[in-house]
């Protein structure tokens, strides 16, 4: 197993497999995710048009089989930028987290808190941020396809420094399984102080 970073369009010749693997892990709950790999590779194509964003990749051998990324939140898509603009927080000081995806069988070995840990270093190293934030799906609790052992990250994230935030949400629009088309979900942000 190693750790793999890389940079704006050095991720090119990786995004076929990160398409694959965020469709793989993103089906499960909560997100029930029916991806494309044409959305996905577009998707991912705006991460690498940014020369400082940035990919950890969990490499088992050649094979990616865990993903993280972040990018200055002004090089984010307008969606995520307007409920902190809405907010009075300035985008230019927020460096955002896209999303962390691995594979069932590679958790529990320290690579989510890995994940968390070089995405907040590489903010402080670029020394303009005050804040790191990402989002998250809301989704009732009583959600028909919730699993009865599902366990949200909420806690997680919160011994992580991250304070959820209802006053920043966003809607995402996406295809969940069985459905015909897409419909918009609510995000909610979590944010911890970067400086």
Do not use: N
């Not at 009583?142 to 909420?154: E, K």
């Amino acid at each position: 197993m190693q750790i793999k970073i890389v940079h704006g369009t050095a991720v090119t010749p990786h995004i076929v497999d990160l398409a694959r693997l965020r469709i793989e892990v993103f089906r499960a709950f909560p997100y029930l995710y029916e991806g494309s790999e044409d959305y996905e590779a577009s998707y991912l194509a705006t991460y690498a048009q940014s020369p400082e964003s940035l990919f950890v990749l969990a490499l088992d051998g050649e094979r990616i089989v865990g993903a993280s990324t972040g990018v200055p939140m002004t090089d984010a898509s307008q969606v995520f930028r307007v409920p902190f603009v809405a907010a009075g927080i300035d985008p230019a000081k927020v460096f955002y987290f896209g999303e962390s995806v691995l594979l069932s069988a590679y958790r529990g070995r320290g690579f989510g808190v890995r994940f968390f840990e070089e995405r907040e270093a590489y903010a402080r190293r670029l020394g303009r941020f005050d804040w790191c934030a990402f989002c998250a799906v809301d989704r009732p609790a009583d959600h028909p396809l919730r699993p009865a052992d599902y366990v949200p990250l909420d806690e997680f994230w919160g011994k992580r420094g991250y304070e959820r935030r209802a006053d920043l949400r966003t809607l995402l629009a996406w295809q969940d399984i069985g459905e015909a088309e897409e419909t918009e979900k609510s995000m909610t942000f979590w944010l911890k102080d970067a400086r």
